[in-house]
């Protein structure tokens, strides 16, 4: 994939700007496919992007059921509402695991570093989504040092190939598609909305 | 299924309540698996729940890539994330079409007359999706009589399985599971956040 900015890349950046005094603008959802090939969705944190790449990075618990989900389907759809000036993101592409075996440690440690003693701390906390563990001191472990990433602590990479922009202020609504043609160039598309 | 009010209504039901000075709280996505087997991801409106069941509706248009989508398989996660009180429910499950072709027409028409004359109006529009039309005067059509439903109104009923609510707020998170038995009772089952 080129390593240019993609077109759409701006007008995300715009939405991050005008929506910033909202916490949860920087939250969106990511859609995945489970084992038996049903959607699974939850919210997650914008975690920047990559430096150079368009890929959208997330972190998560290498205990997670996202991890056995990416695992058999790498397909995923994100979607990224911004409630302030009434915009959505639709972002389709593949998600990549970079966990504590992964090559590319620096870019897990990097995201790490610039994670609250709070989120750091989460990944000391029992197996999420086991049966509530009656050990209420198990969540209140030490925090890990900011120097090593924790073992369970996993960096998603999510590497767009189609991006579907809906502008609700306007009337009629706006709607472009930016896509990756055969020569993985970003083209545009103007559709009705 | 039991037309009991299941026991994660009242939850929810005091989350809508907790978050009715956003307008978007009433915005949840919904996650369903398109005809490639990829995710697809958009924000829908909440349109209430049927009467006297604990099926969701919402609304579509039936030239939208959605119907395609569920006709080729119907299951489907809602992702609905609170901003105030920070909590989210992930909701699975399957969809039902109420379309012009379905006997269930009494509940696709009280929907219908439920609905704004500018949501009206949408339906009249060009195909969504296609590429945007020269003809913006397609966009000014006069809305259709709130009576009868315009042809492409279609009326989606998403009947939950399981419902996973999660509490950011408080330090642990707070995570619940309700889910359906072999009798179709919900069962309830606090697990680690």
């Given at each position: 994939m080129s390593n240019n900015l993609a077109p759409w890349r701006s007008i995300l950046s715009r939405a991050l700007h005008r929506n910033?005094?909202?916490?949860?603008?920087r939250y969106f959802q990511l859609a995945t496919i489970n084992v038996k090939g049903e959607p699974a969705n939850r919210t997650v944190v914008f975690r920047g992007f990559?430096?150079?790449?368009n890929q959208l990075q997330i972190i998560t618990d290498s205990r997670s059921e996202k991890i056995d989900q990416i695992n058999h389907n790498s397909s995923s759809e994100i979607c990224w509402y911004f409630p302030k000036t009434r915009e959505q993101f639709r972002i389709s592409g593949n998600l990549t695991i970079i966990d504590?075996?992964?090559?590319?440690q620096s870019i897990r440690v990097r995201v790490w570093q610039k994670l609250s003693d709070a989120a750091r701390q989460q990944?000391?906390?029992?197996?999420?989504?086991?049966?509530?563990?009656?050990?209420?001191?198990?969540?209140?472990l030490p925090t890990p040092s900011e120097k090593k990433p924790f073992p369970p602590f996993v960096l998603l990479l999510f590497t767009p190939k189609k991006v579907d922009h809906l502008e609700l202020r306007s009337q009629p609504h706006q709607r472009i598609i930016y896509y990756l043609d055969d020569k993985k160039m970003w083209m545009t598309q103007a559709v009705n909305p």
């Open positions: 910033r005094s909202l916490t949860n603008a990559l430096e150079e790449t504590k075996n992964n090559v590319k990944f000391t906390w029992p197996e999420p989504g086991q049966p509530l563990s009656d050990h209420q001191e198990n969540f209140s």
